[in-house]
């Protein structure tokens, strides 16, 4: 089965990129801790309780139970967001959590003390087929502790290749490309350059977010430094994200209605030609599949260009991971660990697929795609075949603050210089560094 058969899991995603919290039926909600048979032939496993999470389980647990029929898996749901965060932490703080869960990678990883609360992983015979960029997030300096769920996603432009044959014109492979391919096209007429959807202020992060690889690729310890305080945004190279963004407001590249335009409305211009250009997250996947059927082969993917057509990595965000407590001992881990290596077979990646839109490659040796997967998800993978990609900021660092989506959509409006909306958002982002407790700060 094809994932275009089976569109499910489809979700429309809102601020911040967070799926919607739906009402759901067939999950235990109750509390938690491992399951009852201490000789593992149970396992309790912990899930958000996003509708395609429980459905994409629903596949899983079918189909691991037929293979292991003396292990059965007795799936639990938590809420999202901070509330789901905070259940989590107490559970295995009080060593009352599930067998098995499932939960971020990257800096909310790091956050969970995993040398402490999590089984190491690091000798299982899985492990080097795990892509490397995927161990980072999972691991610390002393060992390895989850693997994926799901597919990694790209922070990237999405663009009309309808439009762009049309003009003759090229894949930008620099910024002062994008911008003259930009040029063309506005002076063609009808069709936006430039798509910007700010009613959703949440995607006017893009130009600065999905521009991190190339901040890391001219500086690979920038992350490093800005958790140290020692890197700021308001100089280069990090200060990119917010000159492009001014540049697109002062040269009229966006479409007119860019102030009260939203996510829906940006996906539909660039599925239909009314955009030639959204820089925009991977997930719009699962939208053009829903609403646009016909756009799949027409919508491509390029990644944000930086100063030289030499380096032109992509920013990724890496998927979710499933993780063993180490209050997991005895029976119940082996039968845990058969869990884990079930999660990274081939065949778990086909359901995966199946159930679920694919937003990105997999990041398991042997897993491979659809053949009738968007061109948008295809254009992807030689990205990551080749190693040309970096992790997007917040897998390398916990601080994020709260208002750069406000302060880009003053400088995308033209309100806010560059300049001093990347200042706004340093000061911004130290008022988070402090509350972290973090070093240097």
Same mark, same amino acid.
């Given at each position: 089965?094809?994932?275009?058969?089976?569109?499910?899991?489809?979700?429309?995603?809102?601020?911040?990129?967070?799926?919607?919290?739906?009402?759901?039926?067939?999950?235990?909600?109750?509390?938690?801790?491992?399951?009852?048979?201490?000789?593992?032939?149970?396992?309790?496993?912990?899930?958000?309780?996003?509708?395609?999470?429980?459905?994409?389980?629903?596949?899983?647990?079918?189909?691991?139970?037929?293979?292991?029929?003396?292990?059965?898996?007795?799936?639990?749901?938590?809420?999202?967001?901070?509330?789901?965060?905070?259940?989590?932490?107490?559970?295995?703080?009080?060593?009352?959590?599930?067998?098995?869960?499932?939960?971020?990678?990257?800096?909310?990883?790091?956050?969970?003390?995993?040398?402490?609360?999590?089984?190491?992983?690091?000798?299982?015979?899985?492990?080097?087929?795990?892509?490397?960029?995927?161990?980072?997030?999972?691991?610390?300096?002393?060992?390895?502790?989850?693997?994926?769920?799901?597919?990694?996603?790209?922070?990237?432009?999405?663009?009309?290749?309808?439009?762009?044959?049309?003009?003759?014109?090229?894949?930008?492979?620099?910024?002062?490309?994008?911008?003259?391919?930009?040029?063309?096209?506005?002076?063609?007429?009808?069709?936006?350059?430039?798509?910007?959807?700010?009613?959703?202020?949440?995607?006017?992060?893009?130009?600065?977010?999905?521009?991190?690889?190339?901040?890391?690729?001219?500086?690979?310890?920038?992350?490093?430094?800005?958790?140290?305080?020692?890197?700021?945004?308001?100089?280069?190279?990090?200060?990119?994200?917010?000159?492009?963004?001014?540049?697109?407001?002062?040269?009229?590249?966006?479409?007119?209605?860019?102030?009260?335009?939203?996510?829906?409305?940006?996906?539909?211009?660039?599925?239909?030609?009314? &955009?030639?250009?959204? %820089?925009?997250?991977?997930? $719009?996947?699962?939208?053009?599949? @829903?609403? /646009?059927? +016909? =756009?799949? *082969?027409?919508?491509?993917?390029?990644?944000?260009?930086?100063?030289?057509?030499?380096?032109?990595?992509?920013?990724?965000?890496?998927?979710?991971?499933?993780?063993?407590?180490?209050?997991?001992?005895?029976?119940?881990?082996?039968?845990?660990?058969?869990?884990?290596?079930?999660?990274?077979?081939?065949?778990?990646?086909?359901?995966?697929?199946?159930?679920?839109?694919?937003?990105?490659?997999?990041?398991?040796? &042997?897993?491979?795609? %659809?053949?009738?997967?968007? $061109?948008?998800?295809?254009?992807? @993978?030689? /990205?990551? +075949? =080749?190693? *040309?990609?970096?992790?997007?900021?917040?897998?390398?660092?916990?601080?994020?603050?709260?208002?750069?989506?406000?302060?880009?959509?003053?400088?995308?409006?033209?309100?806010?210089?560059?300049?001093?909306?990347?200042?706004?958002?340093?000061?911004?982002?130290?008022?988070?560094?402090?509350?972290?407790?973090?070093?240097?700060?």
């Amino acid at each position: 089965m094809s994932f275009r058969q089976n569109r499910r899991a489809l979700l429309a995603l809102g601020a911040g990129g967070a799926a919607l919290a739906l009402a759901l039926t067939g999950c235990s909600t109750g509390g938690g801790g491992g399951g009852d048979s201490a000789d593992g032939s149970t396992l309790s496993v912990l899930i958000d309780n996003q509708t395609a999470t429980v459905e994409l389980w629903d596949a899983l647990k079918a189909k691991f139970e037929e293979e292991n029929p003396d292990i059965a898996l007795d799936i639990e749901t938590r809420p999202q967001g901070s509330e789901g965060d905070n259940l989590i932490k107490t559970r295995l703080a009080t060593g009352e959590m599930n067998d098995v869960f499932a939960y971020n990678s990257g800096s909310l990883f790091q956050a969970l003390n995993p040398d402490q609360n999590l089984a190491p992983l690091s000798d299982e015979a899985w492990v080097d087929s795990l892509d490397e960029g995927f161990r980072t997030v999972v691991s610390t300096d002393s060992d390895l502790y989850g693997i994926p769920l799901g597919q990694a996603m790209g922070g990237a432009v999405l663009y009309n290749k309808d439009v762009y044959s049309s003009l003759g014109l090229s894949v930008p492979k620099t910024w002062d490309d994008f911008i003259a391919n930009s040029e063309k096209i506005k002076a063609a007429g009808d069709v936006a350059p430039i798509i910007q959807t700010y009613g959703d202020t949440w995607t006017s992060q893009l130009f600065v977010l999905g521009d991190f690889a190339n901040v890391l690729e001219k500086d690979p310890e920038w992350a490093t430094d800005y958790t140290a305080n020692k890197a700021k945004y308001v100089d280069e190279p990090a200060l990119a994200g917010f000159d492009h963004l001014q540049q697109v407001a002062e040269s009229g590249l966006t479409n007119e209605d860019y102030a009260s335009a939203t996510y829906d409305d940006g996906v539909r211009m660039v599925a239909t030609g009314e &955009g030639a250009q959204y %820089p925009m997250l991977t997930f $719009a996947a699962g939208p053009l599949i @829903q609403n /646009y059927p +016909d =756009s799949l *082969d027409k919508v491509g993917l390029f990644p944000l260009p930086g100063d030289s057509a030499d380096s032109n990595p992509l920013t990724v965000w890496q998927p979710n991971a499933v993780y063993i407590p180490k209050s997991t001992e005895g029976a119940k881990l082996e039968s845990a660990k058969k869990l884990m290596a079930f999660l990274v077979t081939p065949e778990s990646c086909d359901i995966q697929s199946e159930v679920a839109a694919p937003q990105g490659p997999f990041v398991i040796d &042997g897993c491979t795609l %659809p053949d009738d997967v968007p $061109a948008l998800v295809s254009d992807m @993978q030689p /990205y990551f +075949d =080749s190693g *040309d990609t970096g992790l997007a900021l917040e897998f390398l660092s916990p601080i994020k603050g709260p208002a750069l989506e406000q302060i880009t959509v003053a400088v995308g409006s033209g309100i806010t210089p560059a300049a001093e909306g990347a200042k706004q958002y340093d000061d911004d982002v130290t008022k988070q560094a402090q509350q972290l407790g973090l070093e240097g700060w």
